[in-house]
Nanobody, 121 residues
Framework: QVQLVESGGGLVQPGGSLRLSCAVSEIAFGAYAMGWFRRAPGKERELVARISNTGTYINYIDPVKGRFTISRDNTKNMVYLQMNVLKPEDTAVYYC??????????????WGQGTQVTVSS
């Protein structure tokens, strides 16, 4: 069973930065597009950023464009999310998973425990 282990979250002031990491125990990691998702309190989980299997194609939701950067290292089975200029509305639990497309991510794996990001002064 593939395991997803997210890390890097924490408490940060508005305008601050965090870098999230996700380790994926998938042998065929390089075959799948990956995404970072988040679930804010009282809201549905949403796909925030998606990166194609080779890293060639990247998509973001509008609220994070210009602030977040998704990347991956297929040699290490890792996915990253660099988050800059954080805002209180970015507060959520962040998860990684596969993401087939931006409109229909259809994540393949059981969810990991996620990593909490709290943006507050």
């Amino acid at each position: 069973q593939v395991q997803l282990v997210e890390s890097g979250g924490g408490l940060v002031q508005p305008g601050g930065s965090l870098r999230l990491s996700c380790a994926v125990s998938e042998i065929a990691f390089g075959a799948y597009a990956m995404g970072w998702f988040r679930r804010a309190p009282g809201k549905e989980r949403e796909l925030v950023a998606r990166i194609s299997n080779t890293g060639t194609y990247i998509n973001y939701i509008d609220p994070v464009k210009g602030r977040f950067t998704i990347s991956r290292d297929n040699t290490k089975n890792m996915v990253y999310l660099q988050m800059n200029v954080l805002k209180p509305e970015d507060t959520a639990v962040y998860y990684c998973n596969s993401a087939r497309t931006t409109h229909d991510p259809a994540p393949r794996y059981a969810w990991g425990q996620g990593t909490q990001v709290t943006v507050s002064s």
